[in-house]
C-alpha cells in the first residue's frame, strides 16, 4: 500500500536491506523515496521501543516538510527524527554527553548567528580583512582549522577565544565536539547505534566532512543492525566553497570500513518539461542525459532570459513575469521569485508586495526572530505563533516535545503534574492569549503566563534568563535595523510562521529539493552567481554551472532568467552577466 505510488526502481530503493548510496538526477524521485523509505521502516519499529529512524535534511524547511508528509500519508511519525545535522548533533549527542568533554562541562550556550557574525565583522575589521574575505570556519577531525590562511587564522583563533570566554559554541564547534564525544567514549557510538536501525541522508551532496565521520562511527559500530541511506545528486552540490564535499562511492565504502554499501540510481525526471531539462542540461558538469517522464513532459514550455532591464525596472518586470503566470492559471505558490542573496529577500519582497496588492506572498525565510534555532525561546514561541491546525498538528507536537525535555535540561525539574504530555501542554499553549499587539510584548506575556501555569520561576535558571535576553535582543535588534524593516505587530509576527501560502521569494539554498511550475531568478551576476567566495576560491565555472544547474532544475514549466543591469561591486565597479549565461546558443522565448 505505502509503495503503490513509486516506480519500480524507486520500490526497489526502499525495500533493500543495508546500506544504500542512492544518486539520481533533479526530479528523479529522491525526496519521495526518502518518505516513502522511513514510512517502509517504521512498520518494523515497535511503537514502544526506544527506537527510531532518521532523516537528516539540509534545511529546516525540508525536515518540516517530511513531518508533514508523513503526516499527510497518515503516518504517525513519533519514532522518526527529522533535522538538520547541527540539530542532531545537538540533541543526540552534545545535550546528553557534553559532560563527558572538559570544554563543555561547565555549561554552555548555542552561539546566536546575529551575534557571531557581528563578533566576525569586528574582527575582520581589525585584522585589515574586508567584509567579503571568505573565511572557512569548518574544522579538520583532528580539531585543527580547515582555513590554510594566516591572518583568516588569526581571526578564528580570536573568535575562539570570545567564544570560549563567553561559554558559547557556534555550528561548527558543535559538529566538532561531537565526532570527539563519538571518538572519545565508544560507549555513546554503542548507545547511538542501539537507538537508531536507519539513517536518512538528504543532500549528502552538500554535506561536510565531518558528516560523514559522525554518521559513519555510528553505522559502523552498529555492525550492520543500523543502516545508512545517503541520497543526493552531484551535480547539485553547491556547497563547495563552503566545506560541502560529494564523497565518492569509494570514499562512502572507506568511511565504512568492512560494512558493504549498495550504489543504487532512479532515471526520468517527473518534475519538468523536456524543454527545460534540455535547457539546464546545458550546465551539467557529469554529462548525462536526462528523460522527461512526468504527466507534463510534453507540456509547452515557457523560457527567457533578460539582460537588459535595468536594476531600476527590475520589480516591475518580475511583477509583469508573476502576472503571466498567474493569468495563464498557475497557483500563487507555484511560482518563486529565487533572490541571489537572503538579505535582499525583505527589499523586493516588500516591493513586489506595493506592485501586487492582489497577490500573496510567502517569504517566510525572513522572520523577525533569532535564527538560533536551538534557543528554548524561539522554541516555545513557534508554539504561541502558530495556530493549532490539523496540517500541522505533528510538526507542532514535536516543537512541543522539545519544548519539555528543554525546560527539563535546564531546570532539571518536570512541570507541574497537569502539564506532563504533550498534549496538556499544547492544550495549555493554545489556551493563553494577550491583549498585546507588539509582537514583542506579546510573546513576553504569554511566555510568562506558561511559565506561571507549568510552575517554573525562571529567575532562579541563569541560563533561561540569559537565553530569553539573547532571543528579544536579536528580535529588538532586526526590528531596529533599516535594512531588515520588519513590522513589529503581533499579526506580522504571526504571518511568518502561519502555514504561508503565496508566491515563493527565497534563495536557491532556502529552496533546496523544492519544485515551482514557474521559477523566476534575478541577480544571475558574476560575484551573485558565481558568488566572490567561489571566485576567489578555486573554479569558479563549476561554482556557478551547479547554482544554474539547481537553480533551473526547480522549475517544472516556465523558466525566467534576469541578469539585471545597473548593479556594483562596494568599489563601484558593474556587476557583470554570470559568464556562464553569455552567448548561451538557445532559442529563448518571449513573452
Ligand atoms: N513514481 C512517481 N510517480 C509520479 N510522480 C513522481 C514519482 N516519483 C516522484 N514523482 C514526482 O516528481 C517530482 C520530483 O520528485 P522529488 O522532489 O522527490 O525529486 P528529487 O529527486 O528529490 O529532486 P531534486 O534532486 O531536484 O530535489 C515530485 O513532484 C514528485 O511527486
Same mark, same amino acid.
Given at each position: 500500500m505505502i509503495l503503490d505510488t513509486l516506480s519500480d526502481q524507486q520500490k526497489h530503493a526502499v525495500v533493500k536491506d543495508g546500506n544504500v548510496l542512492l544518486t539520481a538526477c533533479p526530479g528523479s524521485g529522491k525526496t519521495r523515496v526518502i518518505i516513502h523509505k522511513l514510512a517502509y521502516a517504521l512498520k518494523n519499529i515497535d511503537a514502544d521501543s526506544k527506537q527510531r529512524i532518521v532523516a537528516l535534511t539540509f534545511t529546516v524547511r525540508a525536515s518540516e516538510e517530511i513531518y508533514r508528509r508523513l503526516n499527510a500519508m497518515g503516518i504517525n511519525s513519533k519514532r522518526v527524527w527529522s533535522g538538520t545535522l547541527h540539530s542532531f548533533c545537538l540533541e543526540w549527542i552534545i545535550k546528553p554527553y557534553s559532560c563527558y568533554l572538559p570544554e563543555l562541562e561547565n555549561g554552555f550556550l548555542i552561539a546566536d548567528e546575529t551575534y557571531v557574525s557581528d563578533i566576525i565583522s569586528e574582527l575582520k575589521e581589525k585584522h585589515k580583512l574586508k567584509p567579503i574575505d571568505p573565511i572557512n570556519f569548518r574544522f579538520n577531525r583532528d580539531g585543527t582549522f580547515a582555513e590554510p590562511k594566516t591572518v583568516q587564522k588569526r581571526v578564528l583563533k580570536e573568535f575562539h577565544e570570545r567564544l570560549q570566554a563567553e561559554k558559547?559554541?557556534?555550528?561548527?564547534?558543535?559538529?566538532? %565536539?561531537?565526532?570527539?564525544?563519538? =571518538?572519545?567514549?565508544?560507549?555513546?557510538?554503542?548507545?547511538?547505534?542501539?537507538?537508531?536501525?536507519l539513517i536518512c541522508v538528504d543532500e549528502y551532496q552538500d554535506t561536510q566532512d565531518l558528516l560523514y565521520a559522525i554518521i559513519s562511527s555510528i553505522i559502523t559500530t552498529?555492525?550492520?543492525?543500523?543502516?545508512?541511506?545517503?541520497?543526493?545528486?552531484?551535480?547539485?552540490?553547491?556547497?563547495?566553497?563552503r566545506g560541502g564535499v560529494a564523497k565518492s562511492l569509494e570514499e562512502i565504502q572507506d568511511e565504512l570500513n568492512t560494512l558493504p554499501i549498495e550504489q543504487l540510481t532512479l532515471t526520468g525526471n517527473y518534475r519538468s518539461t523536456q524543454r527545460i531539462i534540455d535547457f539546464y542540461s546545458i550546465f551539467q558538469t557529469n554529462p548525462i542525459t536526462i528523460e522527461a517522464i512526468g504527466a507534463n513532459k510534453d507540456a509547452n514550455s515557457i523560457i527567457t532570459y533578460n539582460n537588459t532591464v535595468d536594476k531600476g525596472h527590475l520589480?516591475? *518586470?518580475?511583477?509583469?513575469?508573476?502576472?503571466?503566470?498567474?493569468?495563464?492559471?498557475?497557483? *500563487?505558490?507555484?511560482?518563486?521569485?529565487? !533572490?541571489?542573496?537572503?538579505?535582499?529577500?525583505?527589499?523586493?519582497?516588500?516591493?513586489?508586495?506595493?506592485?501586487l496588492p492582489d497577490v500573496n506572498f510567502d517569504a517566510s525565510g525572513l522572520a523577525p526572530m533569532s535564527k538560533n534555532r536551538n534557543n528554548i525561546w524561539y522554541k516555545l514561541s513557534?508554539?504561541?505563533?502558530?495556530?493549532?491546525?490539523?496540517?500541522? %498538528?505533528?510538526?507542532?507536537?514535536?516543537?512541543?516535545?522539545?519544548?519539555?525535555?528543554?525546560?527539563?535540561?535546564?531546570?532539571?525539574?518536570? $512541570?507541574?503534574?497537569?502539564?506532563? =504530555?504533550?498534549?496538556?501542554?499544547?492544550?495549555?499553549?493554545?489556551?493563553?492569549?494577550?491583549? *498585546?499587539?507588539?509582537g514583542m510584548d506579546y510573546l513576553n506575556d504569554c511566555f510568562d503566563q506558561f511559565l506561571d501555569a507549568v510552575g517554573i520561576d525562571q529567575t532562579i535558571y541563569e541560563q533561561l534568563l540569559?537565553?530569553?535576553?539573547?532571543? $528579544?535582543?536579536?528580535?529588538?535588534?532586526?526590528? *531596529?535595523?533599516?535594512?531588515?524593516? !520588519?513590522?513589529?505587530?503581533?499579526?506580522? $509576527?504571526?504571518? $511568518? %510562521?502561519?502555514?504561508?501560502?503565496?508566491? !515563493?521569494?527565497?534563495?536557491?539554498?532556502?529552496?533546496?529539493?523544492?519544485?515551482?511550475?514557474?521559477?523566476?531568478? %534575478?541577480?544571475?551576476?558574476k560575484g551573485y552567481v558565481p558568488h566572490w567566495n567561489d571566485i576567489f576560491n578555486e573554479d569558479p565555472v563549476t561554482a556557478s554551472k551547479k547554482l544554474l544547474y539547481v537553480i533551473c532544475s526547480r522549475a517544472k514549466t516556465n523558466l525566467h532568467l534576469i541578469s539585471e543591469t545597473g548593479r556594483q561591486t562596494k568599489a563601484g565597479n558593474p556587476l557583470e552577466i554570470t559568464p556562464e549565461l553569455q552567448g548561451l546558443e538557445f532559442e529563448f522565448d518571449e513573452i
Open positions: 558559547l559554541i557556534d555550528f561548527e564547534l558543535l559538529l566538532y %565536539y561531537s565526532y570527539k564525544l563519538l =571518538t572519545q567514549h565508544p560507549k555513546i557510538k554503542k548507545t547511538l547505534s542501539n537507538i537508531f536501525s552498529g555492525e550492520g543492525s543500523s543502516n545508512l541511506f545517503l541520497v543526493g545528486d552531484t551535480d547539485q552540490a553547491i556547497y563547495a566553497s520589480v516591475e *518586470e518580475i511583477a509583469l513575469l508573476i502576472e503571466h503566470s498567474l493569468d495563464n492559471g498557475i497557483p *500563487e505558490d507555484e511560482i518563486c521569485v529565487l !533572490v541571489p542573496q537572503w538579505w535582499l529577500i525583505t527589499t523586493i519582497t516588500k516591493q513586489l508586495r506595493a506592485k513557534r508554539l504561541f505563533l502558530t495556530l493549532p491546525k490539523p496540517k500541522i %498538528y505533528s510538526l507542532r507536537y514535536k516543537w512541543c516535545t522539545e519544548v519539555i525535555e528543554n525546560f527539563k535540561e535546564h531546570t532539571n525539574t518536570d $512541570f507541574k503534574e497537569e502539564y506532563q =504530555t504533550e498534549r496538556s501542554v499544547l492544550r495549555l499553549i493554545n489556551s493563553i492569549t494577550s491583549n *498585546e499587539t507588539e540569559i537565553n530569553r535576553k539573547t532571543f $528579544f535582543d536579536v528580535i529588538k535588534s532586526r526590528l *531596529e535595523d533599516p535594512t531588515f524593516q !520588519v513590522p513589529s505587530d503581533i499579526e506580522s $509576527f504571526m504571518s $511568518f %510562521y502561519r502555514e504561508m501560502s503565496g508566491v !515563493v521569494i527565497n534563495t536557491c539554498v532556502g529552496v533546496k529539493g523544492e519544485e515551482f511550475e514557474t521559477v523566476i531568478a %534575478y541577480g544571475l551576476l
